[in-house]
């Protein structure tokens, strides 16, 4: 079982940057693939980016690519979404996930692959 929480979104104007965190309880934070996906208004929960256990391979959605970075530190049981230049068109809930995947390079992608889900935390970015 691994319970995540989200911390980190906020009001931000164009182009500033945010860190989004998501923090796991349990011990076997380092079994789990994390995922980071984000829903807006009126649409599905999107795929942004996922990261392996070890932090070796790293995923990303093409309209984030080049803009944000998904790391991990499994010694202090967090995953982190670095975002830069920040758009409006990112304005979204961010929701963190965990898979467990054990000592493999395989990164899911799709929600339905994530067991674990955080409660979500607010990015609005504005013109």
């Known amino acids: 079982q691994v319970q995540l929480v989200e911390s980190g979104g906020g009001l931000v104007q164009a182009e500033d940057s945010l860190r989004l965190s998501c923090a796991a309880s349990?011990?076997?934070?380092?079994?789990?693939?994390m995922g980071w996906f984000r829903q807006a208004p009126g649409k599905e929960r999107d795929f942004v980016a996922a990261?392996?256990?070890?932090?070796?391979?790293?995923l990303y959605a093409d309209s984030v690519k080049g803009r944000f970075t998904i790391s991990r530190d499994n010694g202090k049981r967090t995953a982190y979404l670095q975002m830069n230049s920040l758009k409006p068109a990112d304005t979204a809930v961010y929701y963190c996930?965990?898979?467990?995947?054990?000592?493999?390079?395989?990164?899911?992608?799709?929600?339905?692959?994530?067991?674990?889900w955080g409660q979500g935390t607010q990015v609005t970015v504005s013109s």
């Open positions: 996930a965990a898979d467990y995947r054990p000592s493999t390079v395989v990164v899911p992608t799709g929600s339905r692959d994530y067991d674990y």
């Open positions: 349990g011990r076997t934070f380092s079994s789990y693939a």
């Open positions: 990261i392996n256990w070890s932090g070796s391979r790293t």
